[in-house]
Every structure is written in C-alpha cells, then in structure tokens.
C-alpha cells in the first residue's frame, strides 16, 4: 500500500484487519499487544481487503463504513465520503440551538422549543443525523438530488432511528432539487450544509475522489466553484428565520466570495472558519431579518 502511494498504510492495514475480524480498533490493538493467530478463510479476506486498498479503493468502500463524530454511517458507491473536517459544521449548530433556547428561558417561556435545521445537499445523512442525535428535541429535515445518495441516507436514519428518538428528534428525508423543495419546508432555525464546491480550475489528483466521490456531489460549477455554493447561500437566507444561523462548508479559496453571496442574500455577520490544519473551510453567517 505504501508503494501505491497511500499515506497511511500501517492505520489503513489495522482498520482493515479489524474489519475482517469484526473487532473495533482497540479491541484489535489488545490482541496484538498479546499475540494472536488469525484463521485461514480470514487471513484470505485480509489479503483481498489489501489488494483493494492497494489499487486505491477507498477504505470506507471496503468496510462499508465511516465514522462522523460519534455516528457509525454506511456508504458505499454512489455517495459522498464524509470528510472529518466536515464534522465542524456541527459545533456551531449546538452553540446556536443553546443559545436560542437561553433566550426563550430568559422571556420567560421556560420550555425547550424544537429547533428546526435544514440539511442541503445532505449525502450519507451525516450532517443531519450529528445534529438530530447531539441538539436534543430537533426537527431535522434533509434534502439530497441524488438517488444513489438518497438510499444510502435513508438506510443511516433508519439505522439510527432509535438514537436520533432516544435525543427527542426526528429526522426526515426529501428527494429533490434544493430549489423545489427547501421552499416549501421553512422556515429554519438553523441551515447545515456541505454543497458540492469544488472548483473546476482545481480538479482534485487523488484516485480515491476522482474514482469513487460521484462528481455531482464534487464540483461546485464554473472555474471558481462558486456556482452551486451562491444558490444554496440564497436558498438558505430564504428559509431561515429572523435569528437564524446558515453554517456552510467551502474550499480554502472561497472564503472571500462566500462572503460576498452572504451579503448578496441578506445575510450579515458572516465569519469564516478553519479546520484542523488551519484552512478555510467553513462559513457562518446570521439571518437578522427577513431578505
């Protein structure tokens, strides 16, 4: 794997023995601290899991799964990889939804209102179902074009049905163009979204995304990529309420136009975030009024 050019073949070559093992990460790093052997059928299945790997296939394609902030998701083709950059967009969204519900207590309602979030371009699910499972008494809703993508979504809410009703919330999915369908859901406390935003001018050169991301949920349209992330940006300044928070991912060169469309669609106090290696990855901004 390392000749094939991955860059982490020892955590790659463990996750995929913990696979075919069907042990987690740790309990795997136990049994090696010990010893242990493994059986022939398996010791083949690992072999198979290598040579895939070794040509490229992502890791999650080969076990099927992904992990985002404490979510278990499946996938496979025909879906976006969550990326764990991605899982920041969260952060905000809890901030925001505390911070709703603070102001209600201090009116003197004294009751936990549900908090409405809207998840574009929704993939996996994984966005979502984060927000469902970690902002208690949420009413999510979750739009996604693709059919492919829509019954890997549909599989992850079920899947965690009982997670996301244990947390108070519930999550429903629509099938659709963004722009048909966000205007009949709102309005929205909160706006959560990861777009497709990659410019054309710079196609990403790694086999794992070029073979195996589906490329409507990659690029963003026109050379800077913009095209896609500005009609989302406006969507949302539709859909959210007075007070309401849009919480969008981008690409390292899109902060400043991110900017520009938030402003172009109402929307004020836009600020631009990084993520863990210090990037441009993120945009908030605050919907005061109505566009």
Aim: net charge negative; charged share 20%.
């Amino acid at each position: 794997m390392a000749e094939a050019g991955i860059d982490t073949p020892g955590t790659d070559a463990r996750l995929l023995l913990a696979h075919v093992l069907g042990l987690t990460h740790k309990e795997l790093s136990l049994r090696l601290l010990r010893g242990f052997d493994v059986p022939t059928e398996q010791a083949r299945g690992f072999e198979d899991c290598l040579t895939r790997r070794a040509a490229r296939e992502p890791l999650q394609h080969i076990t099927g799964t992904t992990g985002f902030r404490h979510l278990d998701l499946r996938l496979g083709p025909g879906v976006f990889i969550p990326r764990p950059e991605t899982e920041l967009l969260i952060d905000p969204a809890i901030a925001h939804a505390a911070a709703l519900r603070c102001g209600d207590e201090h009116t003197g309602n004294g009751q936990a209102r549900v908090i409405r979030i809207l998840d574009m371009c929704t993939g996996t699910g994984a966005l979502a179902l984060a927000a469902a499972t970690e902002i208690p008494g949420s009413e999510v809703h979750a739009v996604e074009l693709s059919a492919e993508a829509c019954r890997w979504a549909e599989h992850n809410i079920a899947a965690m049905s009982d997670a996301v009703a244990a947390a108070g919330s519930t999550v429903t999915l629509h099938a659709g163009d963004v722009a048909e369908v966000v205007p009949e859901l709102g309005p929205f406390d909160i706006v959560v979204t990861n777009p497709p935003y990659v410019p054309e001018a710079t196609q990403p050169d790694i086999p794992e995304v070029t073979g195996y991301d589906p490329a409507i949920a990659l690029y963003g349209g026109g050379a800077d990529g913009m095209e896609t992330p500005a009609r989302i940006i406006a969507l949302a300044a539709e859909a959210l309420r007075p007070g309401g928070l849009l919480v969008l991912e981008h690409d390292e060169t899109q902060a400043a136009a991110v900017k520009q469309a938030c402003a172009a669609a109402g929307l004020s106090g836009a600020a631009t975030h990084t993520d863990y290696t210090g990037r441009d990855r993120f945009t908030t901004a605050e919907c005061l009024e109505r566009p």
